[in-house]
């Protein structure tokens, strides 16, 4: 019974050591508390804005390293040069598993935004300088008519300067329709 009541003593000193304005006395069993804050310190968190699609698709990938390792199912099977057939098990493995086809449904996700961050990098650029709008009417824009990333990238300016015009056409002819659609609903 000792043994409990001196660890339970221990616990409750310290936690209330960790606080910073406390008086603890051992010897009398006497615990005095004095607090003139309420709130807690956090740690700060730091948000990296400035990262390229690049790199933050290569920064992903190094993350979630595992993830392309048991997605990887290409070449199971090669040729031995001095003869004989090689089999990959683990490639034969990840290709019939359900881990596989998850991380390979993960990458498709990754890839995916990777596309998104690619053509937002070169779309939003160009529609802020080629159009006079601004706020949601811009934001609407940019989101409803956001091109495929290889027109983006393999278009010429010429080309992507006729895309916008007639997107702006488009876009002036049904603007209520256009930000019905993009508002989220309203929860009721």
Not at 31 to 49: A, H, S
Not at 84 to 107: A, D, E, M, P, T
Not at 134 to 142: A, N, T
Request: aromatic share 14%; charged share 25%; proline share 3%.
């Amino acid at each position: 019974m000792k043994a409990i009541l001196f660890t339970s003593m221990i616990l409750c000193i310290l936690f209330l050591s960790s606080f910073k304005q406390s008086v603890i006395s051992i010897k009398e069993y006497s615990f005095q508390r004095t607090v003139n804050k309420d709130t807690l310190q956090i740690d700060t968190v730091g948000i990296n804005k400035g990262l390229t699609a690049d790199q933050k698709y290569k920064a992903r990938k190094k993350q979630y390293r595992t993830v392309y390792m048991w997605g990887d199912n290409k070449k199971p099977l090669s040729i031995n040069p001095l003869g004989g057939i090689l089999i990959n098990i683990n490639k034969v493995y990840s290709h019939f598993s359900k881990i596989g086809k998850n991380s390979r449904r993960l990458q498709k996700v990754f890839k995916n935004e990777y596309d998104i961050d690619r053509t937002e990098a070169l779309w939003k650029p160009l529609t802020v300088k080629l159009t006079e709008l601004k706020g949601d009417s811009l934001f609407y824009f940019q989101m409803y008519f956001l091109p495929e990333p290889d027109f983006l990238e393999n278009a010429t300016y010429y080309e992507k300067v006729e895309y916008v015009v007639k997107s702006m056409r488009i876009y002036r002819d049904s603007t209520e329709v256009i930000h019905q659609r993009m508002k989220l609903p309203k929860w009721q």
